[in-house]
């Protein structure tokens, strides 16, 4: 079965420092992944999507940036954290074919 | 209008009740639709498919209403544990989501 994880689970980071969260699907091959954000008390932003290594697209204009280096490996960073990027930051795959997203655990990032 | 809408309710109902609720969307082109539940501070988890004849899984029911373009969802005989935010999705192409803001259910004794 499909497996998917993300890490860390919680960080606290002061502004301007650099992020990286990570995230690993196991079970499948060549999934589609995509990145989310979901402040507090709002709805699901999709941040950004791939359907291949090193195919990134980009849906919200930001100072983050996703990358993929391997099939089952996402991974979403920052140069320079904003007080706003604070929220709690969720990575999904689904099938190539398209169909349904499963979450990771999700990690909640507090930048102070 | 927005691409995907949804009631932010809450919606209070005591347990045993039925409650429902609906979804709209705003592309016509929109092929698969979903429905998620979503628990304080956690993940979304998937709760069901919404096929064009409707769908039903235990307590609950999904229909999609194409003519009209909304999804919904009924869920008979409530107990605490349903208790949630529950997410449509709507799939543009078939990959590309997006995300309601969901709707908050609470099921009181």
């Known amino acids: 079965s499909q497996t998917i994880h993300q890490w860390p689970a919680t960080l606290v980071q002061p502004v301007g420092s650099p992020l990286s969260l990570e995230c690993t699907v196991e079970g499948t091959s060549n999934p589609n992944l995509y990145w989310y954000r979901q402040a507090a008390g709002r709805g699901l932003q999709l941040l950004f999507y791939s359907v291949g290594i090193g195919q990134i697209s980009s849906e919200v204009p930001q100072n983050l940036s996703a990358s993929r280096p391997q099939d089952r490996q996402f991974i979403l960073s920052s140069k320079k954290l904003l007080l706003s990027d604070s929220g709690f930051y969720l990575c999904?795959?689904?099938?190539?074919?398209?169909?349904?997203?499963?979450f990771g655990p999700g990690t909640r990032l507090t930048v102070t | 209008r927005k691409e995907v809408e949804q009631d932010p309710g809450p919606f209070n109902v005591p347990e045993g009740a039925t409650v429902a609720f609906n979804c709209t969307y705003s592309n016509s082109a929109s092929q698969s639709f979903f429905w998620y539940r979503q628990d304080c501070r956690k993940e979304p988890k998937l709760l069901m498919s919404?096929?064009?004849s409707g769908n039903e899984d235990g307590r609950f029911t999904a229909q999609l209403n194409r003519a009209s373009q909304y999804i919904s969802l009924l869920i008979r005989d409530s107990k605490l544990s349903d208790s949630a935010t529950y997410l449509c999705?709507?799939?543009?192409?078939?990959?590309?989501?997006?995300f309601g803001r969901g709707t908050s259910l609470i099921v009181h004794p």
């Open positions: 999904a795959w689904s099938e190539s074919s398209g169909g349904p997203q499963y």
């Open positions: 919404v096929y064009s």
């Open positions: 999705v709507v799939l543009r192409g078939s990959y590309i989501p997006t």
